[in-house]
């Protein structure tokens, strides 16, 4: 028994590459789970209670919460960065300190500003943007200015998570992270049930962000501070070094962020709010497999920066391979056997048929999971210092995407802005992919396609295929959902088993090297 748990541990290690690795991922997708059970509970009875129109302004505000992370111009990297890289003991923790104080003085600077711009733009927006028959431009521009309180407060929080991030403690920064959407999912859920009203709605979401807010700041501080030392300082000189990768990964961000919202704000700018709500009801759901993407972000982006740091050409390809053949065996498997299934899991989700919501569900999963296979690659230019080929490759899409977009939805009408996603994913695994193994890994192209995409492919269409065949006509709700968790674990498990499995040397090598790393 001792042996077979030895045995089921060393290989999920090689799997992960190490023991730390696995258990950043765990932590990380722990907190991206919670965040996808919460929106998946919550979304079916913010629909229900706010309507369409309602819920196309809560979708306004999902936006919002990623579009805000341009303000931070790249500096979020540079902290997580120069935390996990400062020197241990009292002097590396005087130096987080002294730099965790500058940046607050930044940080908050911003979100005071952002939350008095947004605020005093309400009127204007929800007289002159925002298309709504069912609710009234005063109460729209109440709901927009309590948003902008709560997306103040959002923004100033994640300079505190970041902080913990670089510190490596994944499992508090996770464990804050579920806690927060508890309540704001769970806190959001009981305000609608009482009384759907938005403008509650929004003051429930300020109050929670204050208290995540308040308490990812308490950790933070906690662990770089002991009895003893000295307080923290304001020094400018502590800044002036990040800059320059700063400068970088803001230009990779702006084209990210821009990329990733250009649809719903075409959208609502375009049509009303009603198609907006539609809209946001399939991101949601197609988002979702974007949560399973992050984890292994945020796990392997600083352990490629450790390998390229130490020179060790060898075992970077081998982890780069290893993790990006992982990440297919999850995002290809739930992918297509959503893609597949989309009419049955969204009636399953909402109790209801929208052929809108399906549609743009289904041409988003393609875009969604094919950037999603880029995520690593990006990562690994990031580590090595290109953020230019990303950010270009990005800004090449917006720049493309955007006229193809508006004629779509001019068009085809709602499901014609998920063109922008469906571009940026195509030529990321095409020609993105050709030009970074110009540089980086260079000739280990075809290898990538043979052995991170083909594999999933090939084994993901029998299962699905059969699935598909052998699925009851008459299943209820919960089975549904059911149906799906299976044959996508079944895919999984045959994908991970062939492209694991099979070769126990190269488990048994891949544990030794991690054990000396």
Known sequence: MVGRVKG???????????????????WNLLGGVSTGAMMFLATPIYVSRLGLEGYGIVGLWLVLQVMIVLLDMGMGVSIVRAFAGAEP??????????????????????????????????????????????????????????????LGIQFASVLYANGLSGLQAHGKMNALQVAGNVLRYGGGIAVLLWRADLGLFFVTQAVVAALQMLATRQVAWRMITAPGYPRAHFRLDLVQPLWRYSAGMALSTLAGVSMANADRIAISALLPTGELGKYAVAFTAAGMLQLGVQPFYRTFFPRFAELIAAGNEKQLRAEYFRSCRLLA????????????????????????????????????????????????????????????????????????????????????????????????????????LWLMHRRLLVGDLM???????????????????????????????????????????????????????????????????????
């Open 329 to 432: 065996a999850f995002v290809i498997p739930i992918g297509t056997i959503a893609w597949t299934f989309a009419p049955e899991l969204l009636v399953a989700w909402l109790g209801t048929h929208e052929e809108t919501v399906a549609s743009v569900f289904r041409w988003l999963l393609i875009g969604v999971a094919c950037s999603g296979l880029l995520w690593l690659p990006a990562a690994l230019q990031q580590a090595s210092g290109w953020t230019r080929l990303h950010a270009s490759m990005m800004a090449g899409a917006l720049v493309l995407g955007v006229p193809v977009m508006l004629w779509a939805i001019r068009t085809v009408g709602t499901p014609g802005a998920a063109a922008i996603w469906i571009l940026h994913g195509v030529t990321g695994i095409t020609i993105e």
């Open 89 to 150: 003991g009292q002097a590396g923790d005087r130096y987080r300190r002294d730099l965790l104080r500058t940046m607050e003085a930044f940080y908050w600077a911003i979100a005071v500003a952002l939350t008095v711009a947004f605020a005093l733009s309400a009127n204007w927006m929800a007289t002159h943007w925002l298309e709504s028959s069912a609710l009234s431009s005063a109460d729209v521009a109440e709901a927009l200015r309590l948003m902008a309180i709560a």
């Open 447 to 517: 290898e990538w396609y043979r052995l991170v995409l083909l594999p999933p492919l090939l084994l993901t269409f029998p299962v699905t295929a059969l699935s598909w065949w052998a699925m009851p006509s008459a299943l209820g709700r919960w089975l549904v959902m059911l149906w799906f968790a299976v044959t996508c674990a079944t895919a999984i498990l045959l994908t991970l088993f062939v492209a694991f499995g099979r070769n126990r040397g190269d488990r048994a090598l891949t544990v030794a090297e991690s054990s000396t790393n």
């Open 8 to 26: 089921l541990l060393s290989t999920s290690a090689a799997l992960f590459a190490s023991e730390r690795s696995a258990r950043n991922v765990v």
